[in-house]
């Protein structure tokens, strides 16, 4: 199923179409689309452009308005469960002088961040989380906080903050090195595939898995399922200065997960869907579009399926 992004998605931002995006696709759409920071990179970088002045006045990456036509929801939505594919476990941060309080069965506040970046000179946020991986370096955000999608421009300037609190970053801030996002997003706007891996730098000599820890992840997963999605809420009646976590039952619908919530809006685009098995965090969806940006009753995630399988195992080692 294909959705095209609505106007609302691109708050205030004029596509630059790729030569490449008038072509006929070719690839399937769960494809990586990659863009890597030496192609770009200024002579300032990410962490020293993100001043605390900048980081305030940057507008949310807001949640796509989707409305899912009744010709394309189930007829009758199965609540029986399928085993995921568990493509990584949860990681403790290692000793270093910023390790967060974390263990390895926690879900924990400082492995989500707000992530900022440009498009075409504005700046924008979005939110972010931290998995497990071998690189140690691996972030899952919304394929539309790294790439406007429908054959327009890549983020630039992406920079992740893990544990953001009141415009203040007490783990450091990490630039990214790749951004990888899918075909159908990148050329299509297609929902479906809204999803990104972003791979970061070092702080201080460290990679982010070792600061912060990795949540696990899932994917390959049917039927019911019950997540915490998280967000740094920016639009509406949220500021963005304080992680927002919303607790419900997701039901599939098409190639997407959609749950009731209403505090997820724009700005917590990208933050991660974790499904708890136990005390231990996996994250298995990403914020993604909603049928409000501003005062959101439903939210939505791509299905992570053999695709987010594929592009995990790609980019894992860093």
Partial sequence: MQRSSAAAFLVALVALFLPEAATARTQEPGTAVVHHAAEARSAQSGTEYWTPERRAAA???ALGEVEVPDSVRPQAASDARTAPTVLAEPTSPTASPLAAPLGAAAVSHATVGKVFFTVDGAGYVCSASVVSSAGKNMVFTAGHCLHDGNGGSWAE????????????APYG???FETLVTTVGWAEDGDFDYDFGIALMGQFQGYEVVEVVGGNGVWAG?????????MGYSAAGAYD????????AQAEPEGGQYEMDCTNQTGGASGGPWVEKTGSVPYVSGVNSNADDRDNPTVIRSPHFGSWVIDLYNEYAQG
């Fill in 240 to 247: 963005g200065m304080t992680l927002q976590v919303c607790d």
């Fill in 59 to 61: 507008v949310p990456r």
């Fill in 157 to 168: 300037k992406f920079t992740f903050y893990p544990g953001f609190e009141n415009n203040t």
């Fill in 173 to 175: 801030g990490y630039e």
């Fill in 221 to 229: 997963y049917s039927g019911t399922q019950n997540f915490l999605a």
